[in-house]
C-alpha cells in the first residue's frame, strides 16, 4: 500500500471504517482510496455508498449490522487500524429511549473493543462528539479538560465509549485516538433536517423552503467545513503526538441567526423563516478550543463560513441532485 497523509509521515497499514457510508465516513473513504490505500468498509448497506465508492478499486465493501450479534472477530481480520464512526441516534432525539440507546451504542461498541484485543488491532481511532459531551456548564472555548456533563443520551454514550477506551489501554495496551469533533458541513451531508444546521439552511434556501429555527436564533455553535475537519481526523489518527483526545473545529462560535444571514449575503436569496419554541437539548453557547492540535499539526480551519457555504451550494445544486436522479 502508499500513501502520504502528512508530509514525513507513511502509513502501511490495514484499514476497516465502521459507518463508511455515512456523511464523515464518505468523505474520509474517498480521500483515503484517492491516496490508492486499501480499505475495507462497513455498513448495514451497500446501497448506501456512492457510486464513486462502490467503483473503486483497492477497497472491500461489506455489509454488516453493528449490534450484539455482530461477528466483530470475522470483520477485524488481518486489520491494523479502526475507525469507529458510527452512532444509532443523533443528539435531539437520544433522550427519548435511553436503555436502548446505551445498548445500541455503548455496550455493543464494548463488544467491538473485546474483539480488537482479542484481534491485535494496533490503532482505534473513535469520533465523539465536541458538541455534547461537555454539556451546559463549561466556559467557551472548551478545553479538552473541561468538565463533562452531556445533557442527551447521545454524550452520554460518547462519553462512555471514551473511558472505556481509556480502560483498554490501560488493561491491554490498545492504543486509541478520541477525535470530539464540532459540527461539520459540506458534500455528502444529506440535507434532511436532523443534523447540520449549514447544510440544511443552505439547501432549503436555494431551494426556496422554509427553514424552521427553535428558539431566537441566539444560541452558538461551532461550524467545520468537512475537508478541514478530514484533514484533522487523519493528522490526529495518524500522527505521532502521545495525546489521546483533541477537539476538532473551527475554533469559533456563531450563532445560528448570524449563520442565517451569512447564507442570505453568500447566496443572495430571500430566506423563508418559521420560528418555533426552543429545545432543551441546546446548549446555549458551545464552541472548541483546538489550541492542542494546532500547537501540534498547524490551523485547523482553512475554509472559511462564507467560502464553505458557497462550497456547500454548489454541491447541492450539482452533485447532490445527480445522486438524487440516480436513485430515482
Known sequence: MKGHIKEGIEYNMRII?????????????????????????????????????????????????FNLTTDFDSLLKNQDMVFHLISTTVPTTSNQHISEELISNVVTTSKLLESC??????????????????????????KEEDCTNPITAYG??????????????????????????????GPYQKPNGILGAVTTFTYKAINGENINL?????????????????????NISFGCSREHTYNLGSGKGTSIKDLIQEIDESL??????????????????????????????????????????????QYLENDYRKVLSESD
Open 17 to 65: 471504517i465502521f459507518g463508511a457510508a455515512g456523511f464523515i465516513g464518505t468523505n474520509l473513504s474517498l480521500f483515503l482510496i484517492n491516496q490508492d490505500i486499501e480499505l475495507t468498509l462497513v455498513d448495514r448497506s451497500k446501497e448506501l455508498f456512492k457510486k464513486n465508492i462502490l467503483e473503486s478499486k483497492n477497497v472491500d465493501i461489506i455489509e454488516s449490522e
Open 117 to 142: 484485543v482479542r484481534s491485535n488491532i494496533k490503532k482505534f481511532i473513535f469520533l465523539s462528539s465536541g458538541g455534547t459531551v461537555y454539556g451546559a456548564d463549561c466556559s467557551c472555548p472548551i
Open 156 to 185: 452520554i454514550q460518547k462519553l462512555t465509549i471514551e473511558k472505556l477506551l481509556y480502560l483498554c489501554k490501560a488493561m491491554y495496551g490498545l492504543d486509541y485516538k478520541v477525535i470530539r469533533l464540532a459540527n461539520p458541513y
Open 214 to 234: 427553535y428558539g431566537d436564533g441566539s444560541v452558538i455553535r461551532d461550524f467545520i467545513y468537512i475537508d478541514d475537519a478530514i484533514k484533522g481526523i487523519l
Open 268 to 313: 443572495n436569496v430571500e430566506l423563508k423563516i418559521t420560528y418555533l419554541p426552543k429545545r432543551k437539548v441546546d446548549v446555549p453557547v458551545n464552541y472548541l478550543d483546538v489550541s492542542k492540535y494546532e500547537n501540534t499539526y498547524g490551523d485547523v480551519q482553512t475554509v472559511s463560513l462564507k467560502e464553505g457555504i458557497l462550497k456547500t451550494a
